[in-house]
Nanobody, 127 residues
Framework: QVRLVESGGGSVQEGGSLRLSCAAS??????????MGWFRQAPGKEREGVAL???????SYADSVKGRFTISKDNAKNTQYLQMNSLKPEDSAMYYC???????????????????WGQGTQVTVSS
């Protein structure tokens, strides 16, 4: 199984930056096919994909965060990061770390692709 623990959330003013981390543990997390991603959910809204990095290092971003957010992964530490710059109030949400084992060439930034989930970390951006 996999355990995902997020950290790094908090409150920041518009235009500021935050860096989220997600540490994965468990035997599955050490697999060469392990991929990770970030999702977010604002109050009253559906959860949406933010970014993912697959087992080959291919990266996808939601259009709303392109150019502002950067996802990265330290395979030796089984940890992924989300550097969030130029934050906007609409980025405020609970951010979730998610993961899976890759069985296809392309991993979609969709919830069904991610069987493992963290508890979430809150990000609040004030104007």
């Amino acid at each position: 199984q996999v355990r995902l623990v997020e950290s790094g959330g908090g409150s920041v003013q518009e235009g500021g930056s935050l860096r989220l981390s997600c540490a994965a543990s468990g035997s599955t997390a050490s697999s060469a096919r392990f991929y990770m991603g970030w999702f977010r959910q604002a109050p009253g809204k559906e959860r949406e994909g933010v970014a993912l990095i697959d087992s080959d290092g291919n990266i996808s971003y939601a259009d709303s965060v392109k150019g502002r957010f950067t996802i990265s992964k330290d395979n030796a530490k089984n940890t992924q990061y989300l550097q969030m710059n130029s934050l906007k109030p609409e980025d405020s949400a609970m951010y979730y770390c998610a993961a899976g084992l890759q069985t296809t060439t392309v991993v979609l930034l969709e919830e069904f692709e991610f069987p493992y989930w963290g508890q979430g970390t809150q990000v609040t951006v004030s104007s």
